[in-house]
């Protein structure tokens, strides 16, 4: 029974140390001014969920990453949206793939 006891507490250590580390890319608060949209404030809580805001509107939604390509859906948009995306130290790039959404370099606040 001692070793079962042990062997739970080991696992338990271990996908709570993992949880520490899964903090994803995007969490955080990352902005640009991107033209007649004005200044757009993308923020990701590290957990799937999303804010999208401007000088118009501010939406809630969700997202999810897989590899380079990150989906978000919004709680205004029909469809949700693919962007191919890199973060380098404070600048996110976000490339939409259907060539026509919100795409740009962000820098984290």
């Not at 001692?2 to 250590?13: G, P």
């Not at 640009?32 to 990701?44: C, H, M, Q, R, Y």
């Not at 401007?54 to 990453?65: E, L, P, R, S, V």
């Amino acid at each position: 029974m001692k070793k079962f006891v042990a062997l739970l507490l080991i696992v338990v250590t271990l996908l709570t140390l993992s949880a520490c580390g899964s903090k994803d890319a995007l969490a955080g608060t990352w902005s640009a001014e991107l033209g007649a949209d004005g200044t757009i404030t993308w923020t990701f809580n590290g957990s799937g969920k999303c804010t999208m805001e401007n000088a118009y509107m501010k939406q809630d939604g969700t997202y999810t990453i897989e590899g380079d390509q990150l989906t978000v859906t919004l709680e205004a948009w029909s469809d949700p949206s693919t962007y191919t995306f890199s973060v380098d130290g404070n600048s996110l790039t976000m490339n939409e793939n259907s060539g026509y959404g919100i795409s740009g370099t962000f820098t984290k606040k």
